[in-house]
């Protein structure tokens, strides 16, 4: 460096320079310090997690194992069995819970005046719904129409056909109507 200088009153930048140069090594090192102490926390923070992952790991091989010996353990007739005694117990239920006086009722309340009920079946399927089988006896269409849309109007009456239709000897129409019976909730009966 050349440290002649021409002028009155020389002014060498240095001072400003090391000024400079402290501040950076001083911003060099806090920020070295602070990534070191990020370091040790977070390998700290993955030693505890890598600790109770394996915890967890082995707790749930456990747990898969037990599981493995319950599933062993079990008696495939006896849940079959079991299962059949429910099914049963619910069917009985279903029967128990099944209102013909209120559905009479219903019935009662949508019948036309021509028209008579001869007979009414009612049948349980595995999906717990109630198809209802009622044979009429009316003196024309017109009454046993009335009546299907009478009953659809209740609510409680879904998708009412005619399956059977015969004039019998008397000259009445004997009608065998076939429909899901769902049994509405107290209150609810649409007149």
Wanted: proline share 4%; glycine share 4%.
């Amino acid at each position: 460096m050349i440290r002649t200088n021409l002028s009155t009153r020389p002014f060498y930048n240095e001072g400003a320079v090391r000024s400079w140069l402290t501040i950076l090594a001083i911003l060099a090192v806090a920020a070295t310090l602070f990534n070191g102490s990020r370091v040790l926390r977070y390998s700290r923070s993955d030693t505890a997690l890598a600790t109770q992952a394996s915890r967890d790991e082995a707790r749930a091989a456990e747990i898969r194992a037990t599981a493995v010996r319950l599933r062993a353990s079990v008696d495939t007739k006896q849940v079959d069995a079991a299962s059949v005694e429910a099914r049963q117990a619910n069917d009985l239920i279903d029967r128990r819970t099944f209102s013909w006086t209120e559905l009479f009722n219903l019935l009662e309340t949508t019948l036309p005046p021509e028209v008579r009920i001869t007979s009414v079946r009612p049948v349980l399927d595995r999906d717990r719904r109630i198809t209802l089988t009622v044979t009429v006896l009316a003196r024309g269409v017109d009454d046993i129409d009335e009546f299907m849309e009478r009953l659809e109007a209740t609510g409680a009456f879904v998708n009412v056909l005619a399956r059977e239709e015969r004039v019998i000897d008397s000259g009445q129409l004997s009608t065998v109507l076939e429909c899901e019976y769902v049994p509405p909730a107290p209150g609810q009966v649409k007149p």
